[in-house]
């Protein structure tokens, strides 16, 4: 990360390091911190997920269906008498890594695609972008259950259709930034020592591009944590009786009127999961973003 | 002003061919082999035969493609399986039950979500300010399926004002089709309004602090018509245009929203021909949502130059 050229930092008496000085103002903000906070906290008990689940959450007990939130059950239970606390600890493991895969394929896809446009440009560029364009023109979450409808019902197969509709945006946004850093002179410079294309598109241009990705990505987190769970909700996402926060929705609005608890938990759950990606995301842009200074 | 727009329209064209075969492309994704999959339940040899004859499934793939293309030229976006019907009539039949609930969401949206951004940007870093942006998170982090199941919980089951699911034609009775939209309709607009609520703030402050505003303040204008006349006319040609963009939203939202109140219109259609493995209409529908977006976005592209003079050329 020493290669990171920030021109902001070129007035500074003394060059503080540009992730440092990020850090430093994503600390200042509070609703970031607090997104952060919850987000460590959601990673923590999904990792920990079989140590802190009070009970299996698949285990039934037909003595226990429906039953209100008590001491022994905190969030109530379900209609085959299933601990919904245990079963929204789990479901975090399906939220979460379907937020973290689907943007790991998003990204992995979108930023080599999005610096190829940009920094070869000519018919390369033309055509990925067309490409980009028409992927956009489907509606998200239209093209993620059309997409997850011909793969087939499965938490991957959701995870693949989000990952892939999600990829555009990625290569939209790492395609600009490459065009804004490739006329830069760190970059010429770069050039002009006689740096190969891709030793300069990985070396130089990349790294200082992460701001922005980094920002989108946290965001984008946020779009596939909803995406999945509307998946799930619509049974194309993690199959039953493996927990999702969606398909545990999907199953509570029948029970509204007798079990509320069962529809409150799994979608508060989510709220919260979303927000604090939405949270995080915000703050990040703001310490990255030299303009908000 | 004519050059940008048939620029703007020749562009359209390779993004058009680009999503069909996009939509057409889907089909390959099916495991195994499509007409048995197509057929569901059926599995007489004459039935999987007459379906490979129908999409051509024995010819080679751009053949195929060549041959949905030209039917879909012709308005015919192939045939439903288990509804026995052409899935040009379906969408036909289905599409105005959503644009009622997406232009009830639209009033919604803007009802709530230009107020609240004025009122932020004016009121910047005050509690009104942090209630304004605290509702737009809300709105933009809320999971669209739950907030229907909690109103349908309040509203219908708790309270009992409202039909809990079920739709009625507005030529039928408008008193209760409104009943009947009313909560889908809050739902759908309630994230619009964040998203138009957060572009309208930085539309306002932006023009808050332009020249002409200022000359207007000097000239003695009292605040409200400073913020009404001047900075909200110019403020709201970016926050149209970009509103314009949410229609994706909306059609996404719709997908979730008819689920979970019943109601039969192109969202439904989508997930009712996505569990009836209806490949067919699965297609149509996302090929008409596409190129219906494909169409606002031009259409919101040249309304952003006509109302920029300076962008005209």
Same mark, same amino acid.
């Not at chain 1, 600009?176 to 760190?186: F, M, P, R, S």
């Not at chain 2, 793939?61 to 040009?88: D, H, T």
């Given at each position: 990360?020493?290669?990171?050229?920030?021109?902001?930092?070129?007035?500074?008496?003394?060059?503080?390091?540009?992730?440092?000085?990020?850090?430093?103002?994503?600390?200042?903000?509070?609703?970031?911190?607090?997104?952060?906070?919850?987000?460590?906290?959601?990673?923590?008990?999904?990792? %920990?997920?079989?140590?802190?689940?009070?009970?299996?959450?698949?285990?039934?007990?037909?003595?226990?269906?429906?039953?209100?939130?008590?001491?022994?059950?905190?969030?109530?239970?379900?209609?085959?008498?299933?601990?919904?606390?245990?079963?929204?600890?789990?479901?975090?493991?399906?939220?979460?890594?379907?937020?973290?895969?689907?943007?790991?394929?998003?990204?992995?896809?979108?930023?080599?695609?999005?610096?190829?446009?940009?920094?070869?440009?000519?018919?390369?560029?033309?055509?990925?972008?067309?490409?980009?364009?028409?992927?956009?023109?489907?509606?998200?979450?239209?093209?993620?259950?059309?997409?997850?409808?011909?793969?087939?019902?499965?938490?991957?197969?959701?995870?693949?259709?989000?990952?892939?509709?999600?990829?555009?945006?990625?290569?939209?946004?790492?395609?600009?930034? @490459?065009?804004?850093?490739?006329?830069?002179?760190?970059?010429?410079?770069?050039?002009?020592?006689?740096?190969?294309?891709?030793?300069?598109? %990985?070396?130089?241009?990349?790294?200082?591009?992460?701001?922005?990705?980094?920002?989108?990505?946290?965001?984008?987190?946020?779009?596939?944590?909803?995406?999945?769970?509307?998946?799930?909700?619509?049974?194309?996402?993690?199959?039953?009786?493996?927990?999702?926060?969606?398909?545990?929705?999907?199953?509570?609005?029948?029970?509204?009127?007798?079990?509320?608890?069962? &529809?409150?938990?799994?979608?508060?759950?989510?709220?919260?999961?979303?927000?604090?990606?939405?949270?995080?995301?915000?703050?990040?842009? #703001?310490?990255?973003?030299?303009?908000?200074? | 002003?004519?050059?940008?727009?048939?620029?703007?329209?020749?562009?359209?064209?390779?993004?058009?061919?680009?999503?069909?075969?996009?939509?057409?492309?889907?089909?390959?994704?099916?495991?195994?082999?499509?007409?048995?999959?197509?057929?569901?339940?059926?599995?007489?040899?004459?039935?999987?035969?007459?379906?490979?004859?129908?999409?051509?499934?024995?010819?080679?793939?751009?053949?195929?493609?060549?041959?949905?293309?030209?039917?879909?030229?012709?308005?015919?976006?192939?045939?439903?399986?288990?509804?026995?019907?052409?899935?040009?009539? %379906?969408?036909?039949?289905?599409?105005?039950? @959503?644009?009622?609930?997406?232009?009830?969401?639209?009033?919604?949206?803007?009802?709530?979500?230009?107020?609240?951004?004025?009122?932020?940007?004016?009121?910047?870093?005050?509690?009104?300010?942090?209630?304004?942006?605290?509702?737009?998170?809300?709105?933009?982090?809320?999971?669209?399926?739950?907030?229907?199941?909690?109103?349908?919980?309040?509203?219908?089951?708790?309270?009992?004002?409202?039909? &809990?699911?079920?739709?009625?034609?507005?030529?039928?009775?408008?008193? &209760?089709?409104?009943?009947?939209?009313?909560?889908?309709?809050?739902? %759908?607009?309630? &994230?619009?309004?964040?998203?138009?609520?957060?572009?309208?703030?930085?539309?306002?402050?932006?023009?808050?602090?332009? #020249?002409?505003?200022?000359?207007?303040?000097?000239?003695?204008?009292?605040?409200?018509?400073?913020?009404?006349?001047?900075?909200?006319?110019?403020?709201? @040609?970016?926050?149209?245009?970009?509103?314009?963009?949410?229609?994706?939203?909306?059609?996404?939202?719709?997908?979730?929203?008819?689920?979970?109140?019943?109601?039969?219109?192109?969202?439904?259609?989508?997930?009712?021909?996505?569990?009836?493995? #209806?490949?067919?209409?699965?297609?149509?529908?996302?090929?008409?949502?596409?190129?219906?977006?494909?169409?606002?976005?031009?259409?919101? #592209?040249?309304?952003?130059?006509?109302?920029?003079?300076?962008?005209?050329?």
């Amino acid at each position: 990360m020493t290669a990171v050229t920030v021109a902001e930092g070129a007035g500074e008496a003394r060059e503080e390091n540009p992730w440092a000085r990020a850090w430093r103002r994503l600390r200042r903000r509070k609703g970031a911190m607090v997104g952060l906070a919850v987000v460590v906290f959601l990673v923590a008990v999904a990792a %920990l997920a079989p140590w802190v689940a009070p009970y299996d959450p698949t285990a039934t007990s037909w003595s226990a269906v429906r039953k209100a939130p008590s001491w022994a059950h905190w969030m109530g239970t379900d209609e085959v008498g299933r601990d919904v606390l245990s079963r929204i600890i789990w479901g975090a493991r399906a939220s979460l890594s379907a937020g973290l895969v689907s943007v790991g394929i998003a990204l992995g896809i979108g930023v080599p695609l999005g610096l190829l446009a940009g920094y070869a440009g000519g018919w390369i560029d033309g055509v990925l972008s067309r490409i980009v364009d028409a992927m956009l023109a489907v509606p998200f979450l239209i093209l993620a259950i059309a997409l997850a409808a011909f793969l087939g019902p499965s938490l991957s197969n959701a995870m693949i259709a989000i990952g892939v509709t999600a990829t555009p945006i990625f290569v939209r946004l790492t395609r600009g930034q @490459t065009l804004a850093a490739k006329v830069e002179d760190y970059v010429e410079a770069a050039r002009a020592v006689g740096n190969p294309h891709w030793r300069i598109a %990985l070396r130089h241009v990349l790294p200082n591009i992460v701001p922005p990705l980094l920002v989108q990505a946290s965001l984008a987190i946020a779009g596939a944590i909803i995406a999945e769970a509307a998946l799930s909700f619509l049974g194309l996402g993690q199959q039953p009786p493996a927990p999702s926060w969606g398909s545990m929705l999907n199953s509570a609005q029948r029970f509204l009127a007798q079990a509320p608890w069962m &529809a409150f938990w799994p979608g508060f759950a989510i709220f919260v999961s979303v927000l604090s990606f939405n949270l995080l995301g915000d703050g990040l842009r #703001d310490a990255l973003d030299p303009r908000h200074k | 002003m004519l050059a940008f727009l048939t620029q703007r329209l020749l562009q359209v064209i390779p993004t058009l061919i680009l999503v069909s075969m996009l939509i057409f492309g889907l089909q390959q994704l099916l495991p195994g082999d499509p007409a048995l999959i197509m057929a569901g339940e059926e599995r007489d040899p004459a039935v999987l035969e007459e379906i490979r004859q129908q999409y051509r499934l024995n010819e080679p793939i751009p053949v195929q493609y060549f041959y949905w293309v030209k039917g879909v030229l012709s308005g015919n976006l192939g045939e439903s399986m288990r509804l026995k019907s052409s899935v040009a009539s %379906l969408v036909a039949e289905k599409l105005p039950v @959503t644009l009622q609930l997406a232009a009830m969401a639209i009033v919604i949206a803007l009802g709530i979500g230009i107020p609240a951004g004025i009122v932020s940007a004016v009121k910047k870093d005050t509690a009104w300010d942090y209630g304004a942006n605290i509702f737009a998170l809300w709105g933009i982090s809320t999971p669209n399926f739950w907030l229907g199941i909690l109103m349908i919980f309040l509203f219908s089951v708790t309270l009992a004002w409202l039909p &809990a699911s079920g739709y009625v034609r507005l030529g039928e009775d408008w008193r &209760a089709s409104l009943a009947t939209t009313i909560m889908p309709a809050f739902v %759908l607009g309630n &994230a619009i309004a964040a998203i138009l609520m957060r572009h309208t703030r930085s539309a306002m402050l932006q023009a808050m602090g332009a #020249d002409y505003v200022r000359t207007a303040r000097a000239k003695g204008l009292v605040e409200r018509r400073v913020v009404l006349k001047h900075a909200l006319r110019n403020a709201m @040609t970016p926050v149209i245009t970009l509103g314009a963009l949410e229609f994706g939203t909306l059609l996404s939202g719709a997908v979730l929203t008819e689920q979970i109140f019943t109601i039969p219109g192109f969202g439904k259609l989508i997930v009712d021909a996505v569990f009836n493995r #209806d490949y067919a209409v699965v297609q149509g529908v996302v090929l008409v949502t596409a190129s219906t977006y494909i169409a606002l976005n031009l259409l919101a #592209d040249v309304a952003y130059v006509l109302v920029n003079p300076r962008l005209r050329g």
